[in-house]
Each structure stands twice: as structure tokens, then as C-alpha cells.
């Protein structure tokens, strides 16, 4: 087992996420995103409630590394299974002793807070209710 590219594939989907995120956040791409933000405060099962262009690009950062250096699937889907959980844990208020209130601060300002806290703190975008 390949622990380094396990993390890769979790770094990977962060970066990949935090950026697309961004994105559907211009007027232009709302459209695709905006389901997702209908309610303020969301549980575990509004984790996928999004528009279906969303639900099917937005998983697909922590598979980049296993295609773009051909190996290593089994980490690249243990990557994909961490980050899955971790999404459905960052969307329910019953879960912010695992996962903190990051994302929920998200869906309350929209402004910020779009991915990980590291991201959003390395681009300027983290902020604190």
C-alpha cells in the first residue's frame, strides 16, 4: 500500500475541488451550483443535492493522479473514498466535532470557505463565521 499517493489523491481532489468550486461560483455557472446552496443549513444527505454536471466533474480530482501516472488505482480509489466521507461529514452540524463548521460557514456566506481550510487559507478565501 502506498500511503504517499493516497495523501496525493486527497491533496489532488482538494485542489481539483477548490478551484471547480470557485468556478460555479461566477454569475456565469451559478446556474450549475446554485441547487446545491438552496438550503442554508444542510445534513449529510444535501452532501450530493446538485445540479448533475457538478455531481459528475467534482469527484473526479482525486482520480488525476492514477491517470495521469497510470498506476496505483487502489490508493487513487481509497483517496476518493476519504475525501467522499469527509464531504458528507463537512455538510451536517451533528458532525463539526470531526470535521469542523468550515463548510457550513460556506453555505451560510457563499463568499468563502470554498474547499479544505489549508486552501482556502493558502488563496485568501478562508474566513470565520
Given at each position: 500500500m502506498n500511503y504517499f499517493f493516497i495523501l496525493l489523491s486527497v491533496m489532488s481532489y482538494d485542489i481539483w475541488f477548490y478551484?471547480?468550486?470557485r468556478m460555479f461560483h461566477h454569475k456565469k455557472l451559478y446556474l450549475y451550483h446554485k441547487k446545491h446552496h438552496?438550503?442554508?443549513?444542510?445534513t449529510w444527505k444535501d452532501t450530493f443535492y446538485a445540479d448533475k454536471l457538478e455531481n459528475t466533474i467534482m469527484g473526479?480530482?482525486?482520480?488525476?493522479?492514477a491517470l495521469l501516472l497510470n498506476n496505483n488505482y487502489l490508493e487513487a480509489v481509497i483517496g476518493s473514498t476519504i475525501c467522499l466521507v469527509r464531504g458528507v461529514l463537512?455538510?451536517?452540524q451533528r458532525f463539526i466535532f470531526l470535521a469542523g463548521d468550515h463548510h457550513?460557514?460556506?453555505?451560510?456566506?457563499?463568499?468563502c470557505n470554498y474547499?479544505?481550510?489549508?486552501?482556502?487559507?493558502?488563496?485568501g478565501t478562508y474566513c470565520n463565521e
Open positions: 478551484l471547480l468550486h438552496i438550503k442554508t443549513y444542510p473526479l480530482g482525486s482520480l488525476l493522479p463537512h455538510h451536517d457550513l460557514i460556506h453555505h451560510k456566506r457563499l463568499n474547499g479544505e481550510k489549508w486552501i482556502d487559507l493558502l488563496f
